[in-house]
């Protein structure tokens, strides 16, 4: 494929459309619990990648360099040198209603708008889950899912990350929706041991857990789980980062995107009052639609149910 979206005629459903935020049940088995969360302690680290630094590399090598199972990640700012992404597409009938679209490449420089990473293990391998957008030079703005082979561009990128010693990020196939996702897991010794090559920080581990790594299933509505994820950790103020995922379209304050699937770029939010009866919380993102649009905005409560899986990461902020 030459260039980007615009070279490549979309594929068109072959079924009635719902409105964004009708929830999709998927054609596998479903799967209990709806919410798979592992609390866990929570290090910042910012790493720079240079002008033609492969993405993908660099971000999986930072589980061994900074000795976790698992990492998510902001990025903060900088350029794409090259890029080869997907972006959601119709699936092939209703009962599957959500698929990808063909890869695409863009290869010329461009701007960083937002981007968030899963970096964990698929297969025993490290492996990374990466959704962005960018504007490219004439002022076109794109996003998707990245894919291996994105490069930093001449200014390179700086991307926050959040190195998590106590969740192993495991990215297996879903039997519920057939799509790849991620969960976490605790880790166990045996684990800690392995990805450790460092002798054992006890202050560290005698720190309570001040984040917690959640896997969303399919129809669950986001801010409801963000809220739950906070209850159930016993944070009564949070702050939503480093976090990806899909829901069906989006549902904005006073905007939408088309349903069946829309992929954040990145969540970002404030809880508080999480234990109250009367919790407060603002969730703000941007999404790649069906048609290759990006969309930002600030969610409508109790309007947007995941689609897919969605990788949430909190952090205890009282």
Known sequence: MSNGAETTALQQPTFPLK?????????????????????????????ELAEGTDLFAAL??????????????????GQFGHIDY?????GPDAEHPMSFTEAFR???????????????????TPFCHIHASWTESEGTV?????????????FGLTIRLFA????????????????????????????ATASSSTAPDLAAAARPADSVVSRIRPGEILDEAVLAVCRNAGFDSAEVVASLGSTTGAVFT?????????????LSGTVTGAQSTAP???????????????????????????AVTFELFVRRTD
């Open 19 to 47: 409105a964004p935020g009708t929830a999709v049940v998927h054609a596998g088995p479903r799967h209990n619990p709806r919410i798979v969360s592992v609390p866990t302690r929570c290090t910042e680290h910012v790493l």
């Open 60 to 77: 999986e090598q930072a589980l061994t360099d900074f000795a976790v199972p698992g990492i998510m990640a902001e990025f903060v700012s």
């Open 86 to 90: 997907v972006h959601p597409a119709y």
């Open 106 to 124: 863009a290869d010329s420089p461009a701007e960083l708008r937002h981007a968030s990473a899963t970096i964990g293990f698929r297969e025993g």
């Open 142 to 154: 794109r996003g998707g899912h990245l894919l291996p082979g994105t490069l930093a561009g001449p």
């Open 164 to 191: 998590l010693p106590d969740a192993r990020l495991i990215s297996d196939v879903d039997p519920e929706t057939g799509f790849s996702a991620f969960a976490p897991h605790p880790v166990t010794p045996a684990h």
């Open 254 to 266: 006073g905007s939408t995107a088309p349903w069946p699937a829309v992929e954040f770029t990145h």
């Open 280 to 306: 407060q919380f603002t969730l703000s993102g941007e999404v790649v639609d069906v048609d290759g649009e990006v969309s930002p905005g600030t969610l409508e409560p109790g309007a947007n149910p995941v």
